[in-house]
């Protein structure tokens, strides 16, 4: 599918968007291009790279055989970008996102507002939905700070 439009709706080729980050032959520059190359790699069955692009301190919470039957069974039907809000603090960022899907022939629609972190200058996105540290406890990030005035201060 290299010469398709990519999956994440950019309008670009999957070879000039979102292919090179999935092959690790570059990385998503901002939280949005993180953000669209892991709902391309939802598409594409591509859990590899929704776990690396996950915090390194959440990746074993992540089941793999969930994630690859969720992607696998549903019917992806496009991604709509809302809103980017590309730096918050030095090294946060949030992503609102739409995305809609066919699931036992009803079109449903999930809206996120999606955090990530920066670490070692790279993107990552930060999982709410696996188990959290308390808001004291160190941050999964790595950055030394507590967990409430790192990424937990984003989590609502
Ligand atoms: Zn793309
Ligand atoms: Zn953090």
Redesign the pocket.
Known sequence: MSAEN???G?G?K?DD??RPLHQSERLPETAEALM??RY?AYVLQKIDYIVETTVPAQQHLLNRADLAAWSRETRWLGLEVLRHIPKIGKHHAQVEFCARFAEGGEVCEHHELSAFVQADGRWYFIDPTVPLPTMKQPCICGSGKKFKACCGGLLG
């Open positions: 990519c999956p994440c950019s670009k999957y968007c979102c669209r190359s391309s």
